[in-house]
């Protein structure tokens, strides 16, 4: 059998582990032929990949970022799975003699893998995402990476902010789900957290923030970069204008500051975190959960089960069904956003 590996996306850290695990895997024991797209489906319509083999992923699991690159190209022109654009991710598929697919990408990854397998394409999804909003799945992995480099982030703007007496706002990654900001805060200690599941007013943020300085602390403020600030249409805050609807030319942070520094009267600065939380060496964590689902696709395949995704549930990766795993985005439920809201200001 002949196996295509792609990756698809936002890079995630762990990418390279779960290549490795589905590689050695794979080829070592399945006895499976692998090859590796260059940068997504890109690299599978012009052609580019190399050949994966165990020689290929040596010494790649602690590598940050992934080794055959990735890309938001979609497979389907304009983003529509026509019958046509289907027919010709087949036809593509029998010209470079390829059985099966490795998915390893994040919610739209996952859901062209579905689109596919419906098509007829033997598909098997790896979840990844640093934002873990992946539903089939306990976590992703790249997740706890993200959350460490954020909580470090949390631990280093504290001591300047505390320093200057000033509410420091920490920016991080989340655009749909604020797990990360959720995370990050419980471990840092943030005074707030806002996440783009529950809207807060610019009033009931500068509420905390003096409650915490009449306890003679500064406030650290995190906030997901999907997160609406009630009041403010949610297009001003994420799609480009600022809370006073000009253009904005940073993130969620920029525009909270300046509202919190003109509500309060302390001084407040804004710090958007960005790519950094994905970029370097993955933890050990996500070295792990990615190696082991690499190594459950790899079986996934050997056993036909296509149509399926490697999710962790509990302690075991388990093959969960690719329409289950797509069919809602998993976001932070009231009662774990209850548990860090109670202590805010
Ligand atoms: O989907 C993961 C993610 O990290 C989001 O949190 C963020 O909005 C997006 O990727 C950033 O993507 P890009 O790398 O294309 O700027």
């Known amino acids: 059998m ?13 990418m390279n582990a779960a290549i490795r695990g589905a590689v050695l895997r ?16 890109r690299g599978f319509f012009e052609g580019d990949f190399i050949e994966l083999d165990r020689l290929a992923v040596r ?7 992934v080794i055959l690159g990735t890309s938001r190209v979609p497979p389907f022109p304009d983003g ?20 099966g697919f490795l998915l390893i990408g994040g919610n739209g990854t996952q859901t062209v893998a579905e689109l596919l397998t419906r098509a007829g394409v033997p598909a098997i999804g790896l979840p990844k995402t640093i934002d873990n909003d992946l539903g089939g799945t306990d976590y992703t992995f790249g997740f706890d990476t993200a959350v460490s480099i954020a909580a470090e982030a949390i631990d280093r703007l504290r001591t300047t902010g505390e320093s200057h007496r000033r509410c420091m706002v920490l920016e991080v990654m989340g655009r749909d789900a604020g797990w990360i900001s959720l995370h990050a805060g419980m471990a840092g200690g943030a005074q707030v957290m806002l996440i783009p599941e529950f809207p807060e007013s610019i009033e009931q943020i500068s509420e905390w923030v003096l409650s915490v300085r009449d306890r003679g602390r500064s406030s650290l403020v995190v906030v997901a970069e999907g ?24 993130g969620v942070a920029d525009v ?18 960005g ?17 082991r689902t690499g190594i459950a696709a790899a079986d996934a395949a050997r056993d036909g089960q296509w149509g399926t995704m490697a999710g962790l549930t509990g302690d075991q990766i388990t093959m969960v069904p690719l329409a289950e795993a797509v069919g ?4 932070v439920p009231a009662a774990r956003y209850d548990e860090v809201r109670l202590n805010f200001g």
């Open 59 to 65: 010494g790649i699991s602690p590598l940050g970022g």
């Open 80 to 99: 529509n799975a026509t019958p046509a654009a289907l027919q010709a991710v087949i036809t593509r598929m029998a010209e470079l003699g390829i059985d």
């Open 2 to 14: 002949r196996i295509g590996v792609l990756c698809s996306g936002g890079d995630s850290p762990g």
């Open 275 to 291: 790519h950094v939380q994905r970029g370097g060496l993955p933890t050990a964590f996500d070295r792990v959960l990615a190696t």
């Open 26 to 41: 794979g080829v070592e024991v399945n006895g499976f032929e692998m090859i590796g797209f260059m940068d997504g489906w």
């Open 227 to 250: 997160f609406k600030l009630e009041g403010v249409a949610h297009a001003t805050v994420r799609d480009g204008l600022d809370g006073f609807g000009r253009p904005r030319l940073g």
């Open 256 to 273: 909270l500051a300046p509202l919190i520094e003109q509500h309060t009267g302390i001084e407040t600065r804004a710090t958007v975190l």
């Open 328 to 331: 809602q985005l998993k976001t």
